[in-house]
């Protein structure tokens, strides 16, 4: 493979320094990088190794309530945190749906927001890809789509963030927490995945240099712990990414929606948080009728990008399924295939 | 050359006869603890990294290579090329034997498919010579490629399969179909699929003046030593190959392909050892696949329920350079009685890789497509799935009438449905729900498989000492010949197995053939056990013709080899022991050879087939589409069960596939490029632990005395068949939709809700 550098800072401050020279990008735990190494797709000259800095393996919650997760946190720490799971277990629930137990092991918490998408086309060098190469064209628009984007997408770029963390995270208001050249910053998740517009290949709002030190999850998303779910849909029970996803969490006070949160996964550039359907069911009582028509609002702007048509289809089904299942309750228990449309079979073991 | 120890393996309890026990793998210590050596283990002194640079077109021609630049790169030694190359002995482009296919080794700049090797870059380290493979940047002069089933003007092959007419005909289908009272007509698709062994396509190559040692998982190792030979011109007696152990081949690996023969080329040309290995996306190209199918069956039936015809064309793909044409129609020449059969079969050419062999080729794409019309018409006749295929049981094989060497299909019928709890099943699909509210189905499909026979020869002995010696350079898969030749080799020396030196998987032994076909077992156990007896003749005759022998004048037909004594057949009390015969012979040792062939005669008789039912329930999400497969049952005779451990775990896994087949397996390949888009095992989807369900297998008891000596008929390939039938038709029995187009996807059943 190509040669590059690898260094391993010892503090968050060398380590913005040395990733941000042109050609640098962050190793954590590889788990997506690498592979995008080996197939040619990525070819960094300077891989800036953050495994080993300190303070960014722990979850703390703050004096206001708040959760800190520090963005060297693996997937399988942070869900199989009793207390995590407990007030938030639609994140947790996704995490455990998401890859496989090696890849849960391995992969953080900041490495998860940052994976690239699953596109073929962009892991494919002989492709046209406006993401891979900035004005080379796209050949997923009309070549094998099926799992593409229904939301958001632009001519440019058709693809989808692939990741099941975030849609949970982003429908509670997580917060991304930078250190940059500048200092730190913090913006929401919501801001932080660019939809691709004319210029795919600018994925985030992370500017050279900028590592996510930790996530946080606000107060308010402990408030819906009793009534979150993730339902992902795949095309195997386990280790494949969402065909189409959703985390749902309630409020309900008196028989009533308080409060609602929606998210889809695997629709879009980034995980689609559905503010217009969470309105739709702000003060009513959490109704078959209301979550359909929540549903429909919620996808009410998706178009299909090419032969997936149907996830429009499957994603207000999913988006009324999860809401049908968070409005039931969280279960005590994840189930042994979490947010699998068979996490009720009896006879699973493990996912 | 360091012989296999297999001592590592854990004592087993034996009860009676080797053949028909239950015996854990003999060289399971060896692979999981690492020690068992596979090709891209070896690692001979001053040996280099090859790295196939592969075309990103699939039709046109290489214009440029910037060799220059690849061999600047640090730690690259040489590139080679069409023009800079040692020459082969023949042209790959000659087709010297049926068994022969074209492949690429650089002799030209032309394209013909994605992944094609269109050089070879050489260097000190796997991660140099994967950089200077990059470099090469290619330019190429595309052309438009072939691509999927309606690339161009179809054509009628001459043979297809392994030399099976294209056409096969009984009755008259017209006539049959019009005299119906139902007829179906549908059609069915499949997709091409890819072999994904486990362990990749390797070589370790070592060139010695004009001797070749060759580390190489191989399914053939005499054909390929062969092949070899012709393509370097040298003598057979120059080249060995190891090939002790493949991580899975499943028709890949049996036949010579390309990358292992530019392994050698590069040796030749750097004049050092040279290791190769395909990475997983080279896999999809230049070792074989199994082609797409369009399939239509049209089927008539009377009033009762009986077929009137069957009409099963196949439309499949080969290559713009070679031929090798998925025969799916001919699933239909063997299960269902129908008085008018016709098969048939057509292709189109496309740039692809020459498709080949994969697990049960032929059968599997036609069964599933049968099995499903099958069902088709079980509904339109309003009957059960199960009494409709016994109301058209075939009590002679009917595209030939010839009966069956044996047939125990009605006990797997019988067997598996009441195991299964078939009887309950509802007539009508989309009736039945879990407890969750899930749509359950219950679906069924036939299993069958040719019980073949191919040539083979072992070489015997027993020693001084009263132990054996079987060597037969057999081949071990992942099946688990290791275990169960071992077994048949000491039940044909009269010897409990630890005391039997079995040596298999190098070039040097006796020519076991080919492990295709379902066919290993048999073939080979066929030489063990005719080495092994004619081992025991020649011993029995050392004893027999002494007369300070007690078994003297007992002549051969008098004697029994056991436990490592023979004894007189008309009284066991009197015997001796191998060790006595040969020390009082004063013979070190004494040997036999013996081969496995069909028996032409009884074929001619015959029909031979393994047959299996298999039962599948699966559960859907009414709304959501995800289908997850929650119980199978499979029933399958075979003939003689050599060690049914090893035989269940060979149909776990073809029961596995076929469920992969109905809702898994695709390679998806970008209609304007020819470029296959998920070539990785993240994207190329196979069941995973999660998806594979309590799998049940039923082995039931089958005599035949026909197919061979020891009346195996094997299980390699048997059970993909009927169980990709059974669990798409579980689909429809759940949803009431039926999904003709494989595998099956969420979205076909998002219709309705």
Redesign the interface.
Known sequence: MKQFDYVRPATVAEAVAAAAQPGAVYLAAGTNLLDLMKGGVSRPDRLVDVTHLDGLDRIETLADGSLRIGALVSNADLAHDANFAKSYPAVAEALLSGASAQLRNAATVGGNLLQRTRCAYFYDPASRCNKREAGSGCDAKDGENRGHAVLGWSESCIATHPSDFCVPLVALDAIVEIEGKGGRREIALDELHRLPGDSPDRESALKAGDLIVAVRLPPAARGFATHARYLKVRDRTSYAFAVVSAAAALRIENGKVAEARIALGGVAAKPWRARAAEDVLRGVAPTADAFQEAAWRALTDAKPSGDNAFKIELARRIVVRALTLAAAGTPARLPALPASPFASTSGAIHA | MPELNLTGAPAHIRHGSNIGQPLTRRDGVLKVTGQATYAADNHPPGMLFAVIAVS??AHGRVVSLDVAAAKRH?GVVDVMTPDHKPQLAIDPEIKTNPFVFRMEALQSNEVRYANQPIAVVIADTL?AA??GA?LLAPRYETLPPLVGLDAGASFVPPVVGVGNPTENHLGDVEAGLASADKQIDATYETPPQYHNAMEPHAIVVQWDGDRLSVDMPTQGLVLSLARIAELFGIAHDKIHIRSPFLGGGFGSKGLMGGPPVLGIMAAKLVGRPIKLVLRR?QMYGPVGHRAPTRQRLRIGADGEGRLTALDHHARTVSSTFDDFYEPAADASHTLYAAPAIRTSHDAVRVNTGTPLFMRAPGEATGSIALESAIDEMAWACGMDPLAFRLKNYAEVEPITGKPFSSKALRACYDQGAARFGWAKRSLQPRQMR???G?LVGWGMGTATFPALMFQAEARAAIRRDGSGVMEIGAHDMGQGAWTALAQIAADAVGLDIDRVTFKAGTSDLPDAGIAGGSAHTATAGAAIHSAGAAVIAKLADLATGDERSPLFGAGNAGVIARDGRLIRRDDESRGESYAEILARAGVAEVEARGTGAPNPAAMEEYAMHAHGAVFAEV?V?P????I?V?RMVGAFAAGRIVNPHLVKSQLFGGMIWGMSFA??EQA??????G?I??ADL??Y?V?????V??LDVITVEEHDPHVNALGIKGVGEIGITGSAGAVANAVWHATGVRVRRFPI???DL?TQ?
Not at chain 2, 623 to 626: H, I, K, P, R
Not at chain 2, 668 to 673: F, K, P
Not at chain 2, 687 to 691: H, K, Q, R, S, Y
């Open positions: 990103s077109i640090p991660e994967t950089e990059v996306e879990d407890d969750a899930l559960k999400d709304e959501l589409g995800q997850r929650s809702l898994h998806i390949t970008d209609r304007r490029s470029r888009m998920n993240g994207e989807h069941p995973v632990n999660a998806d369900p309590p996807r969420i979205e998002l809700s």
